[in-house]
């Protein structure tokens, strides 16, 4: 409904000062609690994106408790905690860029519970091999293996936020 989209873009126009076009560092750090991740839903929805391991379309309205919406880390905050502490031993910047906008998708709960603490470059392969790469693409994730890596992760971080960002700002301007 058109009142909700105008709050949308007031959301994001307030966080942008003003201005429409988002950049990838708008992003940075963003998390679950960023009208950014609302817009990032809207995205998925708006590509028709389909969960990791039912093949269902993600949607606020599906049957059942098979999808009940929700979103979890691409990368696993178990595999993902240690590594970056080592790296930056620094805590708060652990979280925040474990917890960054660029690592959320939208999975259903039998995906999130399976998924667990699998690595991506472990388990995209076989949902690719079962439901193409479209199930990646349609959330704005690499098709490039070598992101999926653990060492890559800031890499792959990057990469989607440039993603989301422009898919982001071709939402706003068909939307005028």
């Known amino acids: 409904n058109n009142d909700h989209i105008k709050k949308m873009i007031d959301s994001v126009t307030k966080v942008r000062g003003g201005n429409l076009n988002v950049t990838p560092a708008d992003l940075e750090g963003k998390n679950v609690k960023s009208p950014f991740f609302?817009?990032?839903?809207?995205?998925?929805r708006q590509n028709h994106a389909r969960d990791w391991r039912?093949?269902?379309?993600?949607?606020?309205q599906s049957a059942g408790i098979e999808f009940k919406n929700?979103?979890?880390?691409?990368?696993?905050?178990?595999?993902?905690?240690?590594y970056l502490l080592?790296?930056?031993n620094d805590e708060s910047r652990v979280n925040a860029l474990i917890n960054d906008i660029g690592n959320m998708a939208f999975l259903s709960k039998v995906?999130?519970?399976?998924?667990?603490?699998?690595p991506p470059d472990e388990y995209?392969?076989?949902?690719?091999q079962q439901h193409g790469d479209e199930v990646l693409k349609a959330q704005y994730i690499s098709t490039e293996p070598s992101l999926w890596a653990?060492?890559?992760y800031e890499d792959f971080l990057k990469m989607r936020r440039q993603d989301i960002a422009d898919a982001i700002n071709n939402l706003m301007n068909s939307l005028g």
């Not at 995906?111 to 699998?118: A, F």
């Open 70 to 82: 929700e979103y979890d880390h691409v990368f696993p905050r178990a595999k993902l905690y240690p």
């Open 38 to 44: 609302m817009l990032s839903y809207v995205l998925a």
């Open 86 to 88: 080592k790296q930056y």
């Open 111 to 118: 995906s999130n519970i399976k998924k667990g603490k699998t």
């Open 124 to 128: 995209f392969p076989p949902i690719i």
């Open 150 to 152: 653990l060492d890559r």
């Open 54 to 60: 039912t093949g269902n379309e993600v949607s606020l």
